[in-house]
């Protein structure tokens, strides 16, 4: 091992890092085309209560399991089950989705990084109509050395920063990315709604229309506010593994869980209000972002200048959830197996890239070789997301709440947060024995199409 276990240099530290990764792809990409095909702002509605029901209370539950054992998942879950085979074995599920997530979330944003540079090249300039985008998106993500370079040089700057560690990799990162994050997502906010016809925008997001609601759109809500909030695989377990038992993890987790469905928030307010000034339809699915978003900046002024602004905020939005899950796996091999940081990162990367190129050939030559069905791509983004993340989440809030126990684990959450008494810990006690594992598990359910 490299010596003592490195801790955050601050509470913001703590809190940009994990907010950080929270806050990727799945805020900007997944949740506007999410709001987009299921009703608008009553989709916000359902989300917000699954995040409050279920998010905040696991949340809150994964930082405790780290700061309390501080370990990796397979060494906290060894320690606080006394060795229990199957506990540790949920510890080893999670430091296995994080690398099947990471190997395939890697690609998706070596994509955003390969749009920066078409941005700058001014790759978009004479598209016209969204089919003209989609046919420039085919052209090159149909292109293995394109692809593949990408997802190479994306996993090449996860590694950089993985490599020097938690403060001065991962922290110092998440302090510079994330406020640039979140100013580029004002601007391009404002840029928004001050255009021609940006109402329509603003109001679709804001009017309600809750008949649109359907047991699925409940379940892609749950869903979608677990693969959000990084939760069921351990990242927030091992960030709070490098926490202090000083810091009150009730005050950190509600800022991380309002960072990042703020900034979901307010990636609607950046897409939609540009696509109705355009005339353009929201409903679009996941080339919201790709295919109709490159020619929106065409009709709107400066935006040659605000694509590349947005592109640049999507790839660091990406990065900062691609340390915490190559971070997760990292950790794990150097408690486990006491190897040094620096070139366990660098392995790992190595793997990673590797395991990711079947998820990007599956847009680029093997489109026809599936499995259950599905192209690589697809196959891995199901079982981790919607198989191995609820069960992960199930089994962390069964483990606080009834195998470890509320009335153990109750004191460790109350250092550095001794006013959490009362109604609040009964509040929390009994979202995360009975709310959230049964709330997870109807999603679970639904994701196999079993319900
Ligand atoms: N929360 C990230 C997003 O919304 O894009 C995805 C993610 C990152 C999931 C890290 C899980 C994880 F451990």
Known sequence: MDGKREQWGSRIGFILAAAGSAVGLGNIWKFPYLVGENGGAAFIVLYLICVILVGLPVVIAEILIGRTVQKNPVGSFRELSKGNPFWIAVGGLGVFTGFLILSYYNVIAGWSLGYVIESIKGSFHKLENPEAAGQLF??????????????????????????????KGIERASKIMMPALLGLIIVLVIRGIMLKGAGDGVRYLLKADFSAITGKTFMLALGQAFFSLSLGMGALLTYGS?????????YSAVNIVALDTFIAILAGFMIFPAV????????????????????????IPGGYVFRIIFFILLSMAALTSTISLLEVITTFVVDEFHLKRKTVAIVLG????????????SFCGWENFTIFGRTCFNFVDFISANIFLPLGGIFIALFVGWFWGIRKALPHLQQGAASFSGFLALLWSILIRFVAPILILLIFLSGLGII
Do not use: D
């Open 276 to 299: 109705f000034a355009m005339g353009l339809e929201p409903a679009q699915g996941p080339s919201l972002i790709f295919n109709i978003l490159p020619i929106v900046f065409n009709s």
């Open 138 to 167: 085919e052209s090159l993500s149909s292109k293995p050395q394109w692809t593949l370079m990408f997802h190479g040089l994306f996993m090449i700057m996860t590694v950089i920063i993985i490599y020097a560690g938690v403060t």
């Open 242 to 250: 490098y926490m202090s038992k000083k810091e009150n993890i009730v």
């Open 350 to 361: 190595g793997f990673v890239f590797l395991l990711g190129i079947p998820s990007a050939m």
